[in-house]
């Protein structure tokens, strides 16, 4: 079983996201999700929402986590999903692999439904690679 680890700055919205969909799409890999930088206090009650809207995950267990090194160690794959301008920067020697989603934050309900679509497109495309057939 592969351990996917999704870093964002704060933890709140796009990570978390991202843990709850690839968890929810992925057989035979787990995912989580960590702060590189400044863990909030609690997910965005807008990431529940909008993901409980779109397809039905509740996420509202999720609780945002400080990046260990323990993660960056188990972690098959490590992938940040930011915005370049304000992204969580890992040494290279971590390999991790980018994916630029914008921040939901101040965004109209379409623009998020708009991304949130993407996010999906990404994880479930990471989850074909990983388990293919």
Avoid at 50 to 69: A, C, F, N, W
Wanted: proline share 5%; with cysteine.
């Amino acid at each position: 079983m592969a351990l996917i680890l999704f870093v964002c700055k704060e933890n709140t919205y796009r990570s978390q996201i991202a843990e709850a969909l690839f968890n929810s799409i992925s057989k035979r890999n787990r995912a989580i999700s960590a702060s590189g930088a400044e863990p909030s206090k609690e997910i965005s009650p807008d990431a529940v929402r909008i993901v409980r809207k779109v397809y039905g995950i509740d996420m509202s267990g999720q609780k945002p986590k400080m990046l260990t090194e323990k993660m960056l160690s188990s972690a098959s794959r490590i992938i940040t999903v930011c915005d370049p301008n304000d992204c969580v920067l890992l040494p290279k020697s971590y390999n991790a692999e980018h994916w630029n989603i914008p921040k939901f934050e101040g965004m109209d309900e379409m623009e998020k439904e708009r991304n949130l679509e993407l996010l999906h497109a990404m994880v479930e495309d990471l989850v074909k690679r990983l388990e293919p057939g």
